[in-house]
């Protein structure tokens, strides 16, 4: 009799935390699946040692540390064990677009790589990375200011010396309009969550890390675009308004 007692509350015990688990936020729940592994870990690994195996009880414990987000070799193995530390941030193939008149670029949060497609015109369907410089330099004598400080961004990353070679084939661009462009209107909350590679109804935690992971691969101090770099401080300030 006590044995089937026993089972019952196991049953329903289990039958509980399946409930709990089910309907948890993934990422508590991560984190709390962490943290257990980690605390089980390190008293492991304490155990082993109190027996003197030190070369199986030392790296078990290093193991342990990780899970709950420290790590003696710095951030970089912190972060592999999903550590949420400001320095441990990874985007998880996370990618922002900013879009203008004529170019929609995207840019991947891992690489820092820009991609560029023409939306309107003559070439619309087109990628930036079939033209040539000669060609794409061309192109822009049509686009609006906003476009073309896009295209700059773009240009920087391809063709370092792209602006000497424009300026001696008289394209009437001296590079400044980037500062210049003004956007074509308010930003909306759609367009800030793409600018920031974020899914509406993102946090206030999650706004912060992906601006401050965009703003080390754009910001003009870093060989970054001015222009890009306003443009991810508008999309934050534009969310963060609406979480106040």
Do not use: C
Not at 74 to 81: C, F, I, K, P, R
Not at 108 to 134: K, N, Q, S, Y
Not at 162 to 178: F, I, L, N
Not at 212 to 238: C, F, I, W
Request: charged fraction near 20%; avoid cysteine; glycine fraction near 14%.
């Amino acid at each position: 009799m006590p044995t089937l007692i026993a089972g019952i509350v196991a049953v329903a015990l289990l039958y509980a935390a399946l409930n709990i688990i089910k309907g948890a936020d993934p990422k508590w729940l991560a984190k709390i699946i962490r943290g257990g592994g980690g605390v089980v870990t390190l008293a492991a690994a304490l155990f082993i040692g109190a027996r003197g195996e030190l070369a199986v009880a030392i790296p078990l414990g290093i193991f342990g540390a990780g899970l709950l987000g420290w790590s003696p070799f710095g951030a970089q193995l912190g972060s592999a064990w999903g550590n949420y530390g400001p320095g441990a941030w990874k985007s998880q193939g996370q990618k922002s677009q900013v879009r203008s008149q004529f170019i929609e670029m995207t840019l991947d949060h891992d690489t820092g790589a820009l991609e560029g497609l023409i939306t309107a015109g003559p070439e619309t369907g087109r990628v930036l990375d079939e033209f040539t410089l000669d060609e794409l330099i061309a192109l822009a004598r049509g686009f609006d200011a906003e476009s073309w400080a896009l295209l700059e961004s773009y240009l920087d990353r391809r063709f370092p010396a792209w602006r000497e070679h424009a300026q001696g084939e008289g394209t009437g661009r001296s590079g400044s309009e980037d500062r210049r462009a003004a956007p074509s209107g308010k930003m909306t909350t759609e367009e800030a969550y793409q600018i920031l590679g974020l899914k509406p109804g993102a946090g206030r935690d999650e706004i912060g890390k992906a601006h401050r992971g965009l703003m080390k691969k754009l910001h003009p101090d870093q060989g970054g675009s001015t222009y890009l770099a306003a443009r991810v401080n508008e999309a934050k300030d534009t969310l963060l308004r609406n979480h106040r």
